[in-house]
């Protein structure tokens, strides 16, 4: 049994106590952090697609339309 002087006693708890919450604290903003970023990542737009690609998508989406695309094809080659 503990008696005076062995130990910290509510101190130590309580200073225990608060680190193992800070450490969970900490890995669950680290997990957050993770998943945030990984999924963000996916919604970028693509910065290698070239003028020529970026316009081949926007004629197949409808957005422009056939005389369109060629006019800027040619302007891009």
Known sequence: MMGWGYGMGWIGMIIMA??????????????????????????????????LEILRKRYARGEINKEEFEEKKKDLI
């Open 18 to 51: 608060v680190f193992w919450i800070a450490v969970i604290v900490g890995i669950v903003f680290l997990i957050r952090w993770l998943v945030l970023s990984t999924r963000a990542e996916g919604h970028k737009a693509h910065p290698e697609d070239s003028a």
